[in-house]
T-cell receptor, first 116, second 113 residues
Framework: GAGVSQSPSNKVTEKGKDVELRCDPI?????LYWYRQSLGQGLEFLIYFQGNSAPDKSGLPSDRFSAERTGGSVSTLTIQRTQQEDSAVYLCASSLVGTGVNSPLHFGNGTRLTVT | GEDVEQSLFLSVREGDSSVINCTYT??????LYWYKQEPGAGLQLLTY?????DMKQDQRLTVLLNKKDKHLSLRIADTQTGDSAIYFC?????????????FGSGTQLTVLP
């Protein structure tokens, strides 16, 4: 498919374990974003990649969260020592270049993370 | 307070018009967007409006922008059951490739038969 692909679609983990969430952006899209969606709340910006570099990591909620992107393509979001408050849907989006009306965001279907 | 605010729920009858409202705080926002999220899916861009416009119409969708009051609305004419979804308002901040979107909490639209 030509869309943004995220895996896994659902992840249940025990408190204290590490998890890795994966995002495959649309081929050729240089910009990649991670957002977190909690119940009843909007989308919380986490991190933004332009190519392999992350000019804006301001949204990462704690040092337990990290993300990387390799080859200007696939990105992984890692959460270490998960806590129950990390339970949310993690959405990835990509765009051709940054965000703008000529470069809209394309979202994946998200990974639903549940920390028990 | 929140940068972008929306009411959480809206119910309408099939065939009626729906109006979803949004307020934002950043007067420097250049573009404002409406996204739709269906269950289990990501967000899909519906429409957008540039900040120097006050209205944009796209088929059944009408976007109204009151820049003075920082108020944005999305009107869906002849609402159908397939319009049931969460609608997010978003504003664009920053510039160039570092521009980001700030989203509201989303409005759950329920269309009743």
């Amino acid at each position: 498919g030509a869309g943004v692909s995220q895996s896994p679609s659902n992840k249940v983990t025990e408190k204290g374990k590490d998890v890795e969430l994966r995002c495959d952006p649309i081929s050729g899209h240089t910009a990649l974003y991670w957002y977190r969606q909690s119940l009843g709340q909007g989308l919380e910006f986490l991190i933004y990649f332009q190519g392999n570099s992350a000019p804006d990591k301001s949204g990462l909620p704690s040092d337990r969260f990290s993300a990387e992107r390799t080859g200007g393509s696939v990105s992984t979001l890692t959460i270490q020592r998960t806590q129950q408050e990390d339970s949310a849907v993690y959405l990835c989006a990509s765009s051709l270049v940054g965000t703008g009306v000529n470069s809209p965001l394309h979202f994946g279907n998200g990974t639903r993370l549940t920390v028990t | 307070g929140e940068d972008v605010e929306q009411s959480l729920f809206l119910s309408v009858r099939e065939g009626d018009s729906s109006v979803i409202n949004c307020t934002y705080t950043d007067s420097s926002s250049t573009y404002l967007y409406w996204y739709k999220q269906e269950p289990g899916a990501g967000l899909q861009l519906l429409t957008y409006i540039f900040s120097n416009m006050d209205m944009k119409q796209d088929q059944r969708l009408t976007v109204l922008l009151n820049k003075k009051d920082k108020h944005l609305s999305l009107r869906i004419a002849d609402t159908q059951t397939g319009d049931s979804a969460i609608y997010f308002c978003a504003e664009s901040k920053g510039s160039g490739s570092a521009r980001q979107l700030t989203f509201g909490s989303g409005t759950q639209l329920t269309v009743l038969p």
